[in-house]
């Protein structure tokens, strides 16, 4: 069985997030989301309109996701992968070369993220200021 992790808040669940997690999904058998919980939004002075509870049952309501477990910190990276026994590790083509440590412990892609859409473009159109 391939296993494949990815990271994010997922907040304001949207299609460009669901296209992500499909890519991600087809380059294994199980796909394990780890979903920044709020008190780690608040050190990344990122604020969710949902709380972790409410994303965690959407991303869970998702054909695409097996598993969704907490993200408390940025170093948890390298013990998740271990852990979960991770053979792919996937992140938005914004953050490349960022998690690049990883590749000793498995295989690390980055893809390209589905253009015309973000939460931050979301906030922004809806609240009228770039919100994280």
Request: glycine share 6%; net charge negative.
């Amino acid at each position: 069985m391939r296993r494949v992790i990815t990271y994010g808040t997922y907040d304001l669940l949207h299609y460009g997030h669901i296209e992500l997690l499909r890519r991600a999904r087809e380059m294994g058998d199980y796909l394990i989301v780890a979903l920044s919980t709020d008190e780690f939004n608040k050190l990344k002075n990122k604020k969710s309109y949902y709380d972790y509870e409410q994303r965690k049952m959407m991303l869970e309501s998702i054909r695409y996701v097996d598993l969704v477990i907490p993200e408390n910190d940025w170093e948890q990276k390298k013990t998740d992968v271990s852990k979960f026994e991770v053979d792919t590790f996937v992140m938005g083509h914004d953050w490349e070369g960022e998690f690049d440590f990883l590749k000793d412990q498995c295989e690390v892609v980055y893809v390209k993220r589905t253009e015309g859409i973000s939460t931050t473009q979301i906030k922004k159109e809806l609240y009228g200021r770039d919100a994280k």
